[in-house]
């Protein structure tokens, strides 16, 4: 390896060394940055036969005597520190401790740091490589219950930095097919929910509490999704209530106003969805308020797993009327565990909370514990519920809670179970379509199991046969 000087970079040193592999050149190109007690080291790993270029952080930080004493980040390969150590992949501890006692995670720092690099670095040629699908991999990297601390790194500024570089993943037909939410990536539509924590840079009133809010997206019995949004300022609990914010997701290819590419639209409309069947606890439908029934879209773009960016345009009913964004761009982030939240609403209701607030935030938790995608929450979600089916007296309340577990046994895999707790569903009401359903996808898994038993059983008796007749011709 070989170093080379900068004049114009103070504190910077480049290194260039080009290995040869079968069947390819690789052409490894880093350079390193002092940025006060830190040393960021960044290297790119050009496969020159096929033009491609991936975009690897490193960085080192130095104690006074000039060792190397902690590797921040290496996405690949062996990484050389400034002077010369080899480091591991990852340190014991991929946190930085601040003088304020706080861990500041190394991976959460790469992508703030791929949005806002320190201005004494040479811009590589953006023709060289995807920051979409650079950007994807750093938030894939990031542990899942770690990425809400995302909605505090990422300021306004850049929140519309990684709408940009979003932008890019459609010039990768592989990467374009990505999505962020394993709900509107799965085939199957069955009942499911999924909350996000959301942040932006607000705007005037009435959409100032659009600052910070949740998202919550689930499939109805129609085949559709829809989703909801859920402020949390005071004045935004009154909507909640009385006018909730019910939008309709639809694939859609751009930005009306813009022509820019996306993936989704949430289209609000004036509230009043043909909604049958909606989570457990949330308000019905309504007239949307002003400004929401306006044609207000939120439009999306898929930036990692989990992690989604959008803009807000109200669009108006009236021709003439000229498009406007309602606020900055917002950064929308999967909450995986959003059923810790319902269970902290039961902890707080237990401390003087009327015996209905009580059961309605036991009945959000049940539901977010049976839709959960870990078993051991759906098994802890149908013992709440048996636990408390015997002192249900409301005919409602029952139909409700033998729903729920109904829905429990049929992901776990009980379909006779659940098929027994649906009936018993519709005997208090016949006409529920929500239930009705459900028995469909009972009867549907069933008959499809039966096929696939049969099969087996055929097999194995052709098997069989054909080892006796084996048997036989040996024998003569």
């Known amino acids: 390896m070989r170093a080379a000087y900068c004049d114009h970079l103070l504190h910077t040193r480049i290194y ?9 050149q690789n052409l490894r190109v880093g350079f390193s940055v002092t940025k006060g007690s830190f040393h960021f080291t960044y290297l790119f790993c050009i496969l020159t036969s096929k033009l491609e270029c991936s975009f690897n952080i490193a960085a080192a930080e130095q104690n006074r005597d000039g060792r190397t004493r902690r590797l921040v980040h290496a996405s690949c390969g062996a990484i050389r520190a400034v002077y010369g150590a080899q480091l591991s992949p990852w340190d014991e501890k991929p946190y930085e401790i601040l003088p304020s006692g706080k861990k500041a995670y190394l991976d ?55 709408w940009q570089i979003a932008g890019t993943r459609y010039e990768d037909p592989q990467l374009a097919r990505k999505c962020a939410s394993n709900l509107l990536c799965s085939e199957e539509k069955e009942p499911s929910l999924e909350f996000y924590n959301c942040q932006s840079s607000g705007g005037p009133w009435p959409i100032a509490w659009m600052k910070s809010f949740k998202k919550a997206i689930f499939h109805c019995d129609n085949g559709k999704t829809y ?13 909640n209530t009385c006018s909730p914010l019910y939008f309709m ?137 048996e636990s408390s089916i015997g002192d249900t007296t409301s005919p409602q309340k029952l139909r409700e809670k033998l729903y729920l577990l109904a829905v429990g046994y049929y992901r776990s895999g009980d379909y006779s179970k659940s098929r027994e707790l649906v009936e018993e569903c519709l005997k208090i009401e016949p006409d ?45």
């Open 16 to 24: 260039l060394s080009s290995p040869t592999i079968p069947h390819q």
């Open 249 to 385: 997701v639809v694939q859609c290819g751009e930005v009306m106003s813009t022509e820019q590419p996306c993936d989704l639209a949430y289209e609000l409309g004036d509230g009043h969805l043909n909604l049958h069947n909606y989570p457990q606890g949330f308000p019905i439908p309504a007239k949307h308020p002003y400004p929401f029934y306006d044609q207000v879209v939120i439009y999306v773009r898929h930036v990692g797993p989990g992690v989604s960016v959008a803009q807000a345009w109200q669009e108006g009913k009236e021709l003439q009327q000229v498009p406007r964004k309602l606020c900055g761009e917002i950064l929308m982030v999967k909450d995986y565990a959003a059923s810790a939240g319902c269970e902290q609403e039961v902890i707080e209701a237990e401390k003087g909370s009327s015996d209905e607030f009580k059961n309605e935030c036991i009945m959000r938790l049940s539901w977010a514990l049976v839709h959960s995608r870990q078993p051991e929450d759906v098994h802890r979600g149908m013992a709440m519920l």
């Open 108 to 162: 959460e720092q790469d992508v703030v740091t791929f949005l806002d690099p320190p201005k004494e670095l040479i811009p590589l040629d953006p023709g060289s490589y995807n920051p979409a699908a650079y950007l994807w991999k750093k938030i894939e990297d990031i542990l899942e219950e770690r990425r809400p601390r995302l909605l505090t790194l990422l300021k306004p500024r850049l929140i519309s930095r990684a």
């Open 227 to 239: 989703g909801r949004l859920i402020g949390g300022s005071p004045l935004a609990q009154i909507t």
């Open 432 to 476: 529920w379509r929500q239930a009705q359903s459900l028995r469909k996808a009972i009867e549907d898994q069933i008959k499809k199991d039966g096929i696939i038993g049969i099969g087996i059983a055929a097999t194995a008796v052709g098997l069989v046969a054909g080892g006796i007749a084996a048997a036989l011709a040996r024998r003569n």
